[in-house]
């Protein structure tokens, strides 16, 4: 028996929506492969997904030239670089402006988020700081219980073997 009639439009969950996403791309270009063999078509396929991330497949005989699609995908990696190397930049000015250095350039508004960041931060590692004696004392408790566990069962021991050499 078949499936249901999938309604089409946007799946809202991310996840779902990046696995069904993946399954259907591969699953094309299967077909886009399968009909380049069985029809003796040309085929040439392009896909972006929302990441920009771009798939491509060319059939061996197609007469668009593999150079316009790489051509496209490496405006498109281009792209990315730049992106992610300006995204590299801001970290690195915002990792200064933490360590307090350049802050000048900040306005009131951006070294008062800077200070509530900071300040956020350093409650947290006291807190942690603060828990690390405490687990420290139940280690201890640990510890101290079962050296009176083996310490009685050194014991019985001793006591077992002076019964028997006896």
């Excluded at 003796?40 to 920009?52: E, K, P, R």
């Excluded at 350049?102 to 931060?121: F, H, P, R, T, V």
Aim: hydrophobic share 30%.
């Amino acid at each position: 028996m078949g499936r249901g009639k999938t309604e089409i439009k946007r799946i809202e969950n991310s996840s779902n929506r990046q696995v069904t996403y993946s399954k259907r791309k591969n699953g094309i270009i299967k077909k886009a492969k399968e009909i380049t063999v069985l029809c003796d078509a040309n085929v040439s396929l392009v896909i972006y997904g929302s990441s920009g991330k771009m798939h491509e497949y060319c059939s061996p005989k197609t007469e668009l030239s593999g150079n316009k699609l790489w051509d496209a995908k490496h405006e498109n990696l281009q792209s990315e670089i730049d992106r992610i190397k300006k995204e590299n930049e801001n970290m690195q000015i915002e990792l200064r402006h933490l360590g307090g250095e350049d802050i000048s350039s900040l306005n009131y508004e951006e070294l008062i988020a800077y200070e509530d960041a900071l300040e956020n931060g350093l409650t947290s590692i006291r807190e942690k700081k603060d828990e690390i004696p405490k687990i420290m004392r139940k280690h201890e408790l640990v510890l101290q219980e079962e050296n009176k566990h083996l310490m009685f069962l050194v014991q019985q021991g001793e006591m077992a073997h002076g019964r028997i050499s006896s």
